[in-house]
């Protein structure tokens, strides 16, 4: 059974930074790309990034590039989200999600990421 841990979450300022983690269980981590996505309160559920099974090509939604940073450590089976220099809108659950095993190129769509985590809740205040 594939389960997903997130965990670092919290209320933060405008301008300060945040690092979010997820480990999956039940599969093998390496031979997936992984992805996080997330949910404004009153938006739907948007693209944040996502990195290849190396870890070599990473994508990034136009409103974080350049502030997020993914990553993951897969002798740790864990995927990781720096967020830097946030802002009011960031402000949402985050989500971490599994994506199609073995394929090379990481996905922006929710629907190609078949395992989801719980979500941590990130709330950045002005």
């Known amino acids: 059974q594939v389960q997903l841990a997130e965990s670092g979450g919290g209320l933060v300022q405008a301008g300060d930074s945040l690092s979010l983690s997820c480990a999956p269980s039940?599969?093998?981590?390496?031979?997936?790309?992984m992805g996080w996505f997330r949910r404004g309160p009153g938006k739907e559920r948007e693209f944040v990034a996502a990195?290849?099974?190396?870890?070599?090509?990473?994508y990034y939604a136009d409103s974080v590039k350049g502030r997020f940073t993914i990553s993951r450590d897969n002798g740790k089976n864990t995927m990781y989200l720096q967020m830097n220099t946030l802002k009011p809108e960031d402000t949402a659950v985050y989500y971490c999600?599994?994506?199609?095993?073995?394929?090379?190129?990481?996905?922006?769509?929710?629907?190609?990421?078949?395992?989801w985590g719980q979500g941590t809740q990130v709330t950045v205040s002005s």
């Open positions: 990195i290849s099974r190396r870890g070599s090509i990473t």
């Open positions: 039940g599969l093998t981590f390496s031979t997936y790309p």
């Open positions: 999600a599994v994506g199609v095993q073995y394929r090379i190129v990481p996905d922006t769509a929710a629907t190609e990421y078949a395992y």
